[in-house]
């Protein structure tokens, strides 16, 4: 019997032309400075080959030292400044959504969510990061 999945969808708005949200979203060296849910964690390492079959694996660990873990998938759809689509490592699904309203993007990521934290602890860790990637980008125009 198949179980029902919660999928969980978090959103931002950033300030900036779709390239430069595109780039620093994607680039290895500007994910490991926004990668992070709270200032005790960190993304220490990003590895990320931004294409459709291409993967990504990022190691995220607590600034303490005291846990840590990689995060990874294989990319199934890019589309440039547009949309990313992906299979996470252990199955779930994932998208981003790029809008272009003009004058800023707008990013609109939805995720299969996992059994083993409560679903608002999942959204809020996601919204933690999407945020943290609208503020890196923003101050650094």
């Given at each position: 019997?198949?179980t029902?999945?919660?999928?969980i969808?978090?959103?931002t708005?950033v300030?900036a032309?779709?390239e430069k ?12 400075q926004?990668g992070?849910?709270s ?5 220490t390492?990003a590895?990320n ?8 694996l990022?190691?995220m660990?607590a ?5 840590g ?23 779930r699904k ?5 809008t ?8 609109t ?13 999942q959204?809020?860790?996601?919204q933690a990061i ?9 101050a650094?125009?």
């Amino acid at each position: 019997m198949a179980t029902e999945k919660t999928n969980i969808t978090v959103e931002t708005t950033v300030n900036a032309p779709a390239e430069k949200v595109w780039h620093f979203f994607n680039a290895p060296e500007h994910i490991v400075q926004w990668g992070a849910a709270s200032p005790d964690w960190h993304t220490t390492r990003a590895e990320n080959d931004i294409r459709t079959g291409g993967s990504f694996l990022y190691r995220m660990e607590a600034k303490d030292g005291s846990f840590g873990f990689d995060f990874g998938g294989v990319y199934d759809e890019v589309k440039t400044n547009e949309l990313i689509a992906y299979t996470m490592g252990d199955g779930r699904k994932a998208n981003i959504i790029f809008t272009n309203n003009g004058k800023a993007i707008k990013l609109t990521e939805t995720f299969e969510a996992e059994t083993e934290n409560p679903v608002e602890m999942q959204r809020g860790g996601w919204q933690a990061i999407l945020d943290s990637f609208k503020n890196y980008t923003e101050a650094n125009s």
